[in-house]
């Protein structure tokens, strides 16, 4: 089923629309956290198609030039930094989805995610999946910046590489410049 949803000024966002999932009208200049934070096998995953909503409002390409009014992406970061690491992961996607095959973005975008990962991981207490995580985040981080330093999308490579290099916290964060 297609579907439009306002947004971002009203504008109509066509959206595919799986069975059983709500999407509902989202203003990407006052987003709000979700209700709570899902953990699998702890609490139920939200139906609400909020973050759904959110998701489909990306750009149509990301790119280190427009990060700065990426409402998605930034959104993306807050969740992580208020610890919401599967809803950070599913808006993520949709921004990371967006990003030119090959580019610096999108291991930078993969790199986030897989940081998200390892935090959400780290909360289920599977330690050799956090491990994991964290490496193929590093990995991607040194994709991502090839001269090993400088920052991308608002994101420092010496950061992104520290919180590569140990198990998430849950005061972790991502500092946003």
Request: hydrophobic share 40%; charged share 20%; glycine share 6%.
């Amino acid at each position: 089923m297609l579907n439009s949803i306002n947004g971002c000024g009203r504008r109509k966002v066509p959206v595919l629309l799986p069975k059983l999932k709500v999407m509902c009208a989202v203003d990407l200049e006052n987003l709000q956290l979700p209700l709570h934070k899902h953990v699998p096998g702890r609490n139920a995953r939200p139906v609400d198609g909020y973050l759904e909503s959110i998701a489909a409002l990306a750009p149509g390409t990301t790119s280190n030039d427009t990060a700065a009014i990426n409402r998605v992406w930034l959104f993306g970061l807050e969740l992580f930094n208020h610890g919401y690491y599967w809803e950070c992961h599913e808006v993520l996607e949709a921004v990371w989805l967006n990003s030119p095959p090959n580019s610096r973005e999108r291991f930078l975008l993969q790199g986030v995610i897989h940081l998200t990962n390892a935090a959400l991981k780290s909360n289920m207490q599977r330690d050799s999946a956090v491990k994991r995580l964290l490496l193929l985040a590093s990995e991607c981080f040194d994709r991502a910046f090839p001269e090993a330093d400088g920052v991308l999308m608002g994101l420092q490579f010496d950061e992104l590489k520290l919180l590569a290099s140990r198990s998430p916290t849950p005061d972790a964060s991502i500092s946003y410049q």
